[in-house]
């Protein structure tokens, strides 16, 4: 996979706003692999830059919100470090080749452990991070050690890992790594970007530790409660 340039230069770039404050970290990991291409891939960028958007329009979610991107297919490439939302750089992923959840997952796990280190040593305490895994597919590696890690940092309350489902998605394979499924249905991301807005905001107004009151997901998303599972 090919390592895309950034469009902001990273030393312009603040690596946290308002550090006296909490922070939230949020890092989406995307499947770019060859069923994404045409409509699915596209929507998706437009989906991620209108969300950036949006959310830019609430200065109180604008300050404690750090977003990151991982693409994967074969490889996996992080194609936006953790940043402020409003630094955040346009996103136009590219589709091509397999699927392979280990190395992205890792990665992501990672970074947000890395990033609330960061914003400790900051003097910000840090919200509970969260994880976004969106695929249309499933692994095509063995996902036993990486599920078990997913499941360690969850139990330990370290991260809120949440996976999207689209079109043929294998939804057994999601199951072993979280509770918290959604299907798509169709290749329009707008409600889900929305609902992911809006939880930010929700996540704004509480204390790190407290349960925010997510929104009710709704329009083309729902929640995968089939009992299939991948051996």
């Excluded at 409509?39 to 609430?58: H, M, P, Y």
């Excluded at 050690?145 to 309350?157: A, F, H, L, P, S």
Aim: charged content about 30%; aromatic content about 10%; overall charge negative.
């Amino acid at each position: 996979m090919k390592q895309k340039s950034y469009d902001k230069n990273q030393e312009e770039t603040p690596r946290i706003i308002s550090a006296s404050e909490s922070h939230m970290a949020l890092v989406f990991v995307l499947d770019v692999s060859h069923s994404m291409r045409g409509t699915a891939i596209k929507q998706l960028n437009e989906g991620l830059n209108r969300f950036k958007e949006e959310v830019c329009r609430d200065k109180q979610t604008k300050e404690i919100l750090d977003v990151a991107i991982i693409e994967f297919s074969d490889e996996y490439n992080v194609v936006q470090p953790f940043v402020p939302i409003e630094f955040m750089n346009p996103v136009n992923l590219e589709a091509g080749g397999s699927t392979k959840f280990t190395g992205p997952i890792r990665e992501a796990i990672k970074m947000v452990d890395e990033r609330s280190r960061f914003y400790r040593r900051s003097g910000s305490e840090p919200y509970k991070p969260w994880i976004l895994l969106v695929t249309d597919g499933g692994p095509l590696d063995d996902i036993t050690e990486v599920t078990k890690e997913v499941w360690d940092m969850q139990d330990d309350g370290k991260v809120r890992f949440i996976a999207l489902g689209v079109g043929g998605y294998h939804s057994g394979s999601l199951k072993k790594l979280t509770d918290v499924v959604f299907r798509m249905e169709g290749t329009d991301f707008t409600s889900f970007f929305d609902w992911v807005g809006k939880s930010m905001r929700s996540v704004s107004t509480t204390a790190p530790g407290e349960k925010p009151a997510l929104p009710t997901i709704g329009g083309n998303i729902t929640r995968d409660i089939s009992d299939i599972f991948w051996s």
